[in-house]
Nanobody, 121 residues
Framework: QVQLVESGGGLVQPGGSLRLSCAAS????????MSWYRQAPGKERELVAA????????DYLDSVKGRFTISRDNAKNTVYLQMNSLKPEDTAVYYC??????????????WGQGTQVTVSS
């Protein structure tokens, strides 16, 4: 059974940093595009950052560019999100996502349970 387990969330003051981790199991991690999404209360879930299977390409939400960095370690089946210069508007539940399209067109899509990030003084 595929599992994505996030960790590293918590309470941090504005301007602070956090590093989220997502450990994957029971999937061929190196074949999946990995992403971080977030959902704030009363808002839709949004894509924060994504990284391709080999780590050669990344993409970011405009509001986090220059502050957040996504990376992956395929040997450890883990994806990270380094968050610097955090702002109160970054407060949300952060979710890890793994997606892969098979040759026949089927899409495999998995989610973690989420980790709370709260930015407040």
């Amino acid at each position: 059974q595929v599992q994505l387990v996030e960790s590293g969330g918590g309470l941090v003051q504005p301007g602070g940093s956090l590093r989220l981790s997502c450990a994957a199991s029971a999937l061929t991690f190196s074949t999946y595009t990995m992403s971080w999404y977030r959902q704030a209360p009363g808002k839709e879930r949004e894509l924060v950052a994504a990284i391709t299977s080999a780590g050669g390409s990344t993409d970011y939400l405009d509001s986090v560019k220059g502050r957040f960095t996504i990376s992956r370690d395929n040997a450890k089946n883990t994806v990270y999100l380094q968050m610097n210069s955090l702002k109160p508007e970054d407060t949300a539940v952060y979710y890890c996502n793994a997606v892969r399209q098979l040759p026949g067109g089927q899409v495999l899509n998995y989610w973690g349970q989420g980790t709370q990030v709260t930015v407040s003084s």
